[in-house]
């Protein structure tokens, strides 16, 4: 005969194992997975290793990269965007955006889009850092088209601030997830 005790602990501790890996992963970086598409300055200029995708070379705050994902993803149960990401020596830039991406059509210019802009903590010792922002899209600047529906996004954009063209945008990206 089972001890029900023991059943309703186990019950419970399945239960808060599962909250806490609430997470969704949007994208990992890693090994072979680099951005789908570059423009601007980030033209040519990303790298994939083990660690991430860099974007170094001649790249500027002026240009971006973006993935499409292959299934849409819902967030709309999630509170905050988290970026891992590691700066070179080299960088100048304090800010990037991350774009998420909702298409509702099958034209160009069916999408909407909401712009999260992450601040670099001032120094990491060339470490990795984890940087969270609200996912709250009254918190996001509203791009094209209109606010981001969360419960389906299907685009990924990183980019530039655009605030100071020339400075050096040198960083390695790890992951980025949505989390609680």
Not at 71 to 76: A, F, V, W
Not at 90 to 112: C, E, H, P
Not at 113 to 127: C, E, I, M, V
């Amino acid at each position: 005969m089972r001890n029900p005790i023991n059943s309703i602990l186990f019950c419970l501790a399945l239960a808060l194992c599962h909250t806490a890996s609430a997470d969704v992963l949007i994208k990992s970086f890693t090994n072979e997975a680099d951005f789908g598409y570059t423009y601007g300055s980030w033209e040519g200029q990303t790298q994939v290793s083990p660690t991430g995708v860099t974007i170094g070379g001649s790249a500027t705050a002026r240009g971006g990269a973006g993935s499409y994902l292959k299934t849409p993803l819902d967030l709309s149960g999630e509170s905050s965007l988290e970026v891992t990401v590691r700066p070179y020596p080299s960088n100048a830039v304090s800010q990037f955006n991350l774009l998420l991406k909702t298409q509702f059509g099958s034209g160009d210019n069916d999408f909407y889009t909401s712009r999260y802009t992450f601040t670099l903590p001032p120094s990491s010792d060339g470490a990795f850092v984890k940087i969270r922002v609200s996912l709250d899209p009254s918190k996001a600047t509203s791009g094209e088209f209109g606010p981001i529906k969360l419960s389906k996004v299907n685009e990924l954009q990183i980019q530039g601030n655009y605030a100071n063209d020339t400075d050096a945008f040198n960083l390695i990206f790890w992951e980025v997830r949505a989390t609680r």
